[in-house]
């Protein structure tokens, strides 16, 4: 008897701790979720801080570099003015004849124009085609091709020209029979030049260089007596 009591004791002990398992209370579903959104959205705005820094980061190296690309643009790379120098000319072909009846100049007249067009640039000028022309008292009387090219870097290149008088412009020319008869003829050789500086292959910057060239021509020594050239150049 003593025995059986013993064990309905043992289970009467059993029973509270049992209960107080079931007591304990249980974890909340929705304060659980409530965490996990917590750490969820403190991951996202983490990502954007960081987006953002990436972003700022990104656009202060690129005006960066561009400040550092037009500070050698106008600094080491200023485009400068190609220089056009017309560096001799000279008669290879005069004829002039005088029609007393008719009181009419028949003049043949072929001149090399020997120029110079240099590029003091850090990069190369590239140039489109164009002419150079005689005049005669302003008054178009022959013209020579110059055709596109490309000067390098610091470079000078040697022009020549072969001008040659276009005799019909001269036969409404009342004035040139009071020049032959004088034994000088007053011309003007005109050359421009256009094209374009490249800097840094970023920046295309317009430049163009012209001369013009006064001479005065013996009739009699078919040379070139005199000769006054002027310069210009724009960007």
């Given amino acids: ?30 304060s659980m979720e409530t965490q996990s959104a917590n750490g969820g959205g403190g ?28 500070i050698l643009a106008f600094t080491l790379f200023k485009p400068k003015r190609p220089i056009t120098t017309i560096d001799s000319v000279t008669v290879d072909r005069l004829r002039a004849s005088v029609n007393p009846l008719l009181l009419q100049v028949i003049l043949n007249l072929t001149l090399n124009v020997d120029l110079s067009l240099k590029n003091p640039n850090r990069v190369g000028f590239s140039y489109d085609s164009s002419s150079a022309l005689l005049n005669y008292r302003g008054q178009l009387i022959g013209e020579a091709p110059l055709p596109a090219n490309r000067i390098a870097a610091r470079q000078t290149v040697p ?22 008869m004088a034994g ?26 012209s001369s013009s060239c006064d001479l005065t021509i013996s009739v009699s020594d078919r040379n070139v007596t005199s000769q006054h050239c002027k310069y210009s150049t724009k960007l």
């Fill in 43 to 70: 991951k996202k705005v983490r990502r954007k801080r960081n987006c953002k820094i990436c972003i700022c980061f990104t656009i202060l190296l690129l005006l960066l570099i561009f400040v550092v690309i037009l």
């Fill in 184 to 209: 000088v003829i007053p011309l003007n050789t005109f050359v421009k030049v256009s094209g374009k500086v490249t800097v840094l292959k970023v920046f295309k910057i317009k430049v163009q260089a």
């Fill in 159 to 180: 022009l020549n020209l072969t001008l040659t008088l276009m005799a019909d412009r001269l036969l409404s020319e009342s004035q040139l029979l009071s020049d032959v």
């Fill in 1 to 30: 008897m003593s025995g059986f009591s013993i064990k309905s004791d043992d289970k009467k002990e059993e029973k509270p701790a049992t209960a107080m398992l079931a007591a304990a209370p249980k974890p909340n579903a929705s």
